[in-house]
């Protein structure tokens, strides 16, 4: 039987998730998300054809592999239908291959203006969401107010729900933000409308998802990044879900005995997209450059991700945090032309008013000034890029088991085959 594995973002999100689970599901049997919503954003490329998925999970674009949004996500049906649209106007059919949970909770537009309006209001000390709603929609969750999809199947009973719910949202909007009110008769009808054009997808998943393990090759996708999980993150920085293992547990129901391997996405310098601390922090010319050969802009919201040398004390703790077995190193390519390369092993404490770190400590590494791109075979890898990679092993204590070196699904170093070790 092949192995059931989870992918988790190491660091801040934009790891290059999408990718890596692209690659494994051509062996797999099932590819699942379990926490965030629209606010994450995975690119693929696929035949130079790009696809940017934000809620259905990468493994949609496989024949064989089922597709699984469990109940920890945060749905937007407007989202997920704009996806389901754009994959079938590709020739990608659904049919038997998507599943949603029952149990997602809704995003409601008041959700989406309340997380906007609040950014506003915080100005400079704002947190730089992506605005689509997530922060609000968990807190309804949390306090037992939320709509989940099942409500829509009985039409009394989610009129009622979204009735107490909008016209709190409401109260809010007017008289806290001064900003313009949501009509809910609009809502209603709209949501009830589309929810025709995915109720065909909405099942009980917790069982089906345990089901899937027991035949094997399930992939768990995980979406932004450790750092951004709202319990062990850079708080108040942070998205409102857990990103990190406890989220996978609590957002599918599987049972962990039935997964055997945790891979940790990790990219070959680091990144992080809107506001708070970022310790190995580039704002200089080599940021720059990193971020302009790299492509590090937001698939989500456009926006210009900051870039920095690897974090490799947090990823440290995300292999503690996340029991991960092994790590996918991605974007090694981008690296190629520098003339020395840096690695981050420790800082102190950080200062959450200015972001400041003291005592950051380097390692500072000669560049390998070769193209690594494409290269599929761990020893055609030029002497430095080895280096670099056995040494953050080295500090990190856990074998590097994926390289990608760049962005099609044949640029990639696979040194096992982790579906089926
Ligand atoms: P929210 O998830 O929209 O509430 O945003 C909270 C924080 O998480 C912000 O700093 C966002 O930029 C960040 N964030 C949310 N989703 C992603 C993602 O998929 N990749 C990277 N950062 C993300």
């Known amino acids: ?8 973002g190491t660091h801040w999100g934009d790891e290059g998730k999408g990718k890596v689970v692209d690659v494994l599901s051509a062996e797999a049997n099932a590819c699942i998300r379990f926490q965030g919503g629209h606010n994450a954003g995975h ?12 809620l ?47 149990n997602c909770h809704l995003i409601l537009p008041t959700h989406i203006a309340i997380d906007q309006a609040r950014e506003r209001k915080l100005g400079k000390k704002s947190i ?53 009110v ?19 997808y909405i099942i009980d998943t917790d069982e089906f998802i345990n089901d899937l393990c027991m035949k094997g090759g399930v992939v768990f996708e995980g979406a932004q990044g450790t750092m951004l999980d709202i319990d062990h993150g850079t708080f108040p920085y942070v998205t409102s879900s857990n990103t990190t293992l406890s989220g996978l547990v609590s957002g599918t129901g599987v049972n962990m005995s039935l997964v055997n391997y945790g891979l940790g996405i990790t ?25 302009k050969i790299g492509g590090e802009i937001g698939a989500t919201t456009g926006r210009t991700r900051r870039c920095g040398w690897l974090d490799a004390k947090v990823l440290k703790k995300s292999i503690r945090l996340n029991n991960l077995s092994g790590i996918a190193l991605t974007k090694i390519d981008v690296l190629d032309n520098f003339n020395e390369i840096s690695i981050c092993v420790d800082y102190g404490e950080i200062d ?67 579906l089926d070790v």
């Open 56 to 102: 259905i999970p990468s493994g949609i674009l496989r024949d064989n592999v089922k597709s699984v949004i469990g109940n920890g996500v945060v749905v937007s049906v407007d989202a997920l239908i704009a996806e389901i649209e754009e994959l079938q106007t590709n020739g990608i059919f659904l049919d038997n291959k998507l599943f949603i949970s029952q």
């Open 182 to 200: 949501i009509d809910i008769k609009i809502v209603a009808d709209d949501l009830l409308t589309k929810f025709k054009l995915i109720s065909q």
């Open 352 to 418: 959450y008013e200015s972001f400041s770190v003291e005592d950051l400590e380097f390692i500072e590494l000669p560049g390998w000034k070769t193209s690594t791109v494409g290269i599929t075979n761990y020893n055609d890898l030029p002497k430095n890029a080895k280096l670099y990679i056995e040494t953050i092993e080295g500090l990190i204590n856990t074998p590097i088991d994926i390289i990608s070196t760049g962005p099609a699904r044949d640029e990639i170093i696979q040194k096992i085959n982790i």
């Open 1 to 8: 039987m092949k192995n059931n594995i989870f992918l988790i």
């Open 267 to 291: 990219k070959a310098y680091s990144t992080r997209v809107g506001h708070g601390p970022f310790p190995s922090e580039l704002s200089n010319d080599i940021g720059d450059r990193i971020g």
């Open 128 to 180: 730089g969401t992506t605005g689509r709603g997530i922060g609000p929609c968990y807190e309804d969750k949390t306090s037992r107010k939320g709509i989940r999809i099942l409500d829509l199947k009985n039409e009394t009973i989610f009129l009622k729900k979204l009735e107490d719910l909008m016209e709190y949202h409401n109260f809010i909007l007017k008289n806290y933000f001064h900003e313009d």
């Open 43 to 54: 690119t693929l490329v696929i035949n130079d054809k790009k696809f940017i998925l934000h």
